[in-house]
């Protein structure tokens, strides 16, 4: 099971590898201040050189980079070449606002698929598996860059984007496809249908999911693992950093690899912009070591987690991110109580006879915020007595009061009735503005 995709950087010395991102952090540091005049006017204005970077730790000395500046720049104004030497081109979804472009030399594309075919060799895949890419190929990076990644493997890939879910099982079936590629809600919603309409997981051939691009818990990788009978990994990555393939699971599934030799991470304290000491979690900050097209400077992801430099089992000396659960920007503020959506799917899914089927609810009651949980139970669970159900309701109510101290009101609803698939049903609808 375990092999690693390339040995020579993802098992190098940390020694080397300080060396090898020092040296590549100023070549990225020179050709951005020439090329890139949006931070070139920046650290003018502070007085600063690229030779002023003495050390990886002096990177502290530049700026941030946030969303905000790639919306500004938008759609070229952040890119360090002219487009006859980009060849590719995508963007986030934003509906409202500005996407955030992002542009791809050769040289990137190459870079790009390096990485994901690590992600792909570290989650389990092969070159003799079958891969049925079921994320949107689109303008968004998922899919191109996991479908780039498993080809430099030799994996046989299926682009069969998203949608028509009753085909996907059928090319499942019939193509014998052994790695899935999607994300961890719409593999579930997978699931569901293929109970509905005759497929037994059982019969497939799956081996290894691949999953990403959404916060997931480890309890939700338990029941697809159960219900599918694959190994499921976690994939990392933001479209401005490069999209998927920044870090990676491997067997050990303790932590996400960061490609560090393409990646510099620090981890900030989201509201100073301080460093947080190795194991407490912040805000994950990446600066490119490689990348032309669009190189970012201590991007800030809005991601928060915490970065061990311990040893990893596997023998990649690359340092580990925890499972990303939650955004600077997801948190909800109830009555004072900060708290993150993820965090109280956690605890929901700790609950027994909770199906991973809910949605929170806030709303105002007078001018006091309320938040109501509304949790599917299982078929068997609603033909229990009435004193019963009020007894798991308050307990799950409890729960949430003790680990998070919020005050919950948790209405149990019938199977089915949460609408599926997270793009068209948010997990959390805030009534409170209107
Ligand atoms: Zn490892």
Redesign the pocket.
């Known amino acids: 099971m375990n092999e690693i995709w390339n040995p020579e950087y993802e098992s190098m010395s940390r020694d080397e590898l300080r060396e090898l991102q020092f040296k590549r952090l100023q070549m990225t540091l020179r050709w951005v201040y020439e090329n890139v005049p949006f931070h070139h006017e920046r650290w003018s204005a502070m007085k600063l050189k690229p030779a002023d970077i003495r050390s990886l730790e002096d990177v502290r000395k530049l700026p941030f980079t946030v969303k905000a500046d790639f919306k500004a720049a938008y759609p070229y104004g952040l890119f360090a070449l002219p487009l006859d030497k980009v060849i590719r081109i995508h963007a986030s979804s934003g509906t409202m606002s500005n996407p955030t472009v992002v542009g791809y030399s050769r040289g990137d594309l190459s870079t790009w698929s390096e990485l994901c075919a690590r992600v792909a060799v570290a989650g389990g895949a092969r070159f003799h598996d079958v891969a049925q890419i079921a994320f949107e190929y689109g303008l968004t990076t998922g899919a191109f860059g996991m479908h780039a990644g498993l080809e430099r493997v030799g994996v046989t890939v299926i682009p069969a984007s998203t949608g028509n879910t009753v085909r996907q099982l059928q090319i499942m079936r019939d193509f014998k496809t052994t790695v899935l590629v999607g994300t961890p809600s719409y593999v579930m919603h997978l699931t569901d249908v293929a109970l509905e309409s005759g497929y037994d997981f059982k019969d497939l051939q799956l081996r290894v999911g691949l999953l990403g691009s959404e916060p997931w818990t480890n309890q939700v990788r338990a029941e697809l693992e159960r219900r599918t009978g694959m190994s499921a990994s976690d994939i990392y990555g933001l479209s401005e950093v490069i999209g998927p393939g920044v870090s990676y699971e491997?067997w050990?599934k303790d932590g996400l690899?960061i490609s560090e030799d393409h990646f510099l991470v620090e981890v900030v304290d989201p509201q100073t912009g301080e460093p947080v000491p190795e194991g407490k979690e912040g805000e994950l900050v990446f600066t490119s070591l490689t990348k032309e097209a669009v190189p970012v400077i201590r991007y800030r992801s809005g991601d928060l987690a915490s970065v061990s430099y311990r040893a990893?089992?596997?023998g990649?000396i690359f340092a580990?991110h925890s499972k990303v659960y939650a955004r600077t920007d997801d948190m909800i503020v109830i009555r004072g109580v900060n708290v993150y959506p993820a965090s109280i799917e956690a605890v929901l899914l700790d609950i027994e006879k909770v199906e991973p089927h809910y949605q929170i609810i806030l709303y105002r009651e007078g001018s006091l915020d309320q938040i109501e949980i509304q949790i599917e139970v299982t078929p068997s669970f609603f033909t229990d007595a009435v004193r019963k159900l009020q007894a798991f309701q308050h307990h799950v109510e409890e729960r949430l009061r003790q680990e998070l101290g919020i005050r919950p009101r948790v209405r149990l609803v019938e199977p089915k009735s949460i609408p599926r698939h997270a793009e068209n049903s948010p997990r959390l609808i805030d009534n409170r503005g209107v």
Request: include cysteine.
């Open positions: 491997c050990n690899h990893c089992a596997c990649r580990r």
